[in-house]
């Protein structure tokens, strides 16, 4: 997804009061390409959780016939985009040539690196009838030493991430490892991610990582003596073990991993190098990326945001 908030728009963020929240970030809506998602990250408490550097949560967003997803073609450095579905369908293409629809429980895991130009469409067969997107689209920040890396682009479908029944708990493991088992998505550094939905009264004691992040889909979690709702996400306390308990139907996704140090970020730009933000900035502006061979007819312009 194209960033197009303010540095002034960030998510609002406050103190739990609870030893095992750091933070509570509530997201800010921002339109993009017809539809509102609610971005947590970045915000002025939690510029990054572990690697992960953005997290969007995308709709639902209903479209009736004729309507849809319309992200033109825009350009990330850097970093990887982390792109999952719980309902719906988009159409992925890039400037690597990749053409690929993404379904409930696929993953697309687009490694910008050098360099790289996708869009985020939907096909006119989708588009024919009334129909429903939700999702999350997160940024994963590459490691200074690996962030010109080729451009590269991965799917992993539904059959091929592995899930986990842990006490009673459906447990999708996206990336990383947890509850003993490990998924195929490509990482780059100490990575975790992964969806929970629980019955009211589960407890779920949450997967280790340097970093954590716990995000409500749906639902209310009890954290020790705080209550975290729906389209909240909570930072959690580093190095403590974690149980939470759904005080309803819940469904939740956790974020984590090492740290990997400051980014600067402008637009969708980012890297651990200011110049090297200045220099993509400036190639964007003079159209010097790569063209998407199937989606060349129009892009997003830099928007002169700078922060």
Known sequence: MSNQSHNTDLPCTTKAGDAAIELLLQPKEQELGGFTVRRSVPSRGARRIGPWVFFDHMGPAYFPAG?????????????????YLLEGE???????????????????????????????????????Q?????????????????????????????????????????????????????????????TLYLEARLRAGQPLTLAQAAM?????????????????????????????EITITAKSDSQVVLIGGDDIGHRYMDWNFVSSRIERVKQARQQWIDQQFAKIPTDNQEYIPYPHITR
């Open 67 to 83: 309507d849809g997803v319309n992200v033109m073609p825009h350009p990330h450095i850097n970093i990887a985009t982390v792109t």
């Open 130 to 190: 009334p129909h429903c997107i939700h999702g999350f689209q997160l940024w994963l920040a590459l490691p200074a030493a690996g962030e010109e890396t080729a451009p590269a682009f991965y799917h992993y479908n539904t059959e091929q991430i592995p899930s986990v029944d842990v006490a009673g708990v459906a447990v999708r493991v996206l990336m990383g490892s947890a509850y003993g088992v490990t998924s195929p998505v490509k990482t780059f550094s100490p």
């Open 90 to 128: 988009m159409l992925h293409q890039d400037s690597v040539g990749s053409v690929q629809k993404i379904r409930p429980g696929d993953l697309n895991l687009m490694v910008a690196g050098s360099g790289i130009v996708h869009s985020e469409r939907q096909s006119a067969e989708v588009k024919s």
């Open 212 to 240: 954590r992040g716990l995000y409500v889909v749906t639902g209310e979690i009890n954290i020790q003596d705080s209550t975290v709702s729906a389209e909240t996400l909570a930072v959690l306390a580093a190095e403590q």
